[in-house]
């Protein structure tokens, strides 16, 4: 449930704030230690029965844990693939005879086979025997998008499951006021009053973070006002030499790294800036794009961000391809536009927000995707 974790960890969150604004009550089982400082801030029941072991984050507690609890629910709902809680769940709900339901969270996208084939042979090695029996044994597997379903039937061969669309949001943001402005500027004096070009989300090699930072080397010089600005947790060795190859370049000033920020900050960072930015080689639905749009912040993405169909059919931002000449183009485009016209993309991508990407849409369509079970 660490938050630095990214949007499958803050999707969940938001998923319960909005279940119980429709009565209901959602409690996580997380194999984290319970003493991690992020689970004191979780407003629903969490049962954290870490510390588990591990890369796979094995944990001998869960399986029994859930074989004595989970058949008092409603419904058991697994967030994402790859580690122990997917298979743990499968274990018990073959031993009890529980439902469940699974979220991928883009987690069998094709792009990390051809990225990680190292990675990948070794998924296959447990892919019949684990993960592959969690997806065909669910009652249903969960797809936040038309695209991500599409995409997940070419990662392995060996693939069945009952497919649902449920779609995603966010809680809407809280609304732009002076005082969250002015916590940001007073946070980072040397952005007051400058264009930003936010990007927030992990420094990720998928995020496209290399590509972004060349990209700006080409359009920095066409206002001294633009700034670069990075938020996010750092990934080690990636941030590291991206931070070492803007400090060697001519646009050191106009790139700033901040780190990861929460609440006020954040939203503060969404309302101080003119465009998000997100050139993903590969995202699932990106929580953190939902967020810009109900900020009526414009977003350019890459057409690897699986929600691009719908910001480009409402026009609430700039779609490009996940390449150097494709994000510097799409960079030109938008400082090229006039301010009545940035403004119409700001009006436009409230209004995708509004009728896509709330929480309360996402949440009535998982409770209808459940509902079909009883």
């Not at 987690?107 to 990390?112: G, N, Q, Y």
């Not at 990007?199 to 060349?214: A, N, P, T, V, Y």
Request: aromatic content about 12%; glycine content about 6%; charged content about 20%.
């Amino acid at each position: 449930m660490d938050p630095r974790s990214g949007g499958p960890v803050e999707g969940v969150r938001q998923s319960g704030a909005a279940l119980r604004g429709l009565g209901h009550q959602q409690e996580v089982v997380t194999l984290d230690d319970a003493a991690s400082p992020f689970l004191q801030s979780c407003a629903e029941a969490v049962h954290a029965l870490g510390p588990s072991h591990l890369g796979y984050r094995y944990n001998a507690r869960l399986v029994d844990w859930l074989v004595r609890h989970a058949p008092s629910y409603d419904a058991v709902i697994v967030n994402g693939l790859w580690q122990y809680h997917s298979f743990g769940v499968w274990r018990a709900a073959k031993i009890k005879g529980f439902p469940y339901f699974v979220f991928p969270h883009g987690m069998l996208d094709p792009w990390f086979k051809r990225q990680y084939r190292a990675k990948h042979f070794k998924k296959w090695l447990y892919w019949p025997w684990a993960d592959y029996r969690v997806l065909r044994d669910a009652r249903a597997v969960l797809f936040t998008t038309e695209e991500e379903r599409r995409l997940a039937r070419q990662s392995f061969w060996l693939y069945r499951a009952a497919e649902q669309v449920v779609g995603y949001g966010t809680s809407a943001p809280p609304p732009s006021s002076p005082r969250l402005i002015e916590r940001f500027s007073a946070r980072f004096p040397q952005l007051r009053d400058k264009r930003l070009l936010l990007f927030l989300g992990r420094i990720h090699e998928k995020k496209g973070c290399d590509l972004l930072l060349r990209a700006f080397a080409h359009v920095a010089c066409n206002d001294r006002r633009l700034r670069l600005v990075f938020c996010g947790a750092d990934d080690g060795e990636l941030a590291s030499a991206l931070k070492q190859d803007a400090a060697a370049s001519q646009q050191f000033e106009s790139v700033s790294w901040l780190g990861h920020l929460q609440d006020d900050l954040k939203w503060g960072a969404f309302y101080s800036s003119e465009l998000f930015v997100l050139p993903s080689h590969q995202e699932n639905f990106g929580v953190a794009v939902a967020e810009a749009l109900g900020c009526r912040l414009p977003v350019l993405i890459s057409n690897k961000v699986n929600i691009w169909r719908e910001v480009e059919s409402y026009r609430a931002g700039i779609v490009c391809a996940d390449t150097l000449d494709g994000i510097t183009t799409a960079l030109h485009a938008w400082l090229a536009l006039s301010t009545a016209e940035r403004g119409a993309f700001a009006t436009r991508a409230r209004a995708l927000f509004d009728q896509r990407f709330t929480a309360q849409a996402a949440a009535q369509s998982l409770l209808r995707a459940l509902a079909r079970d009883h």
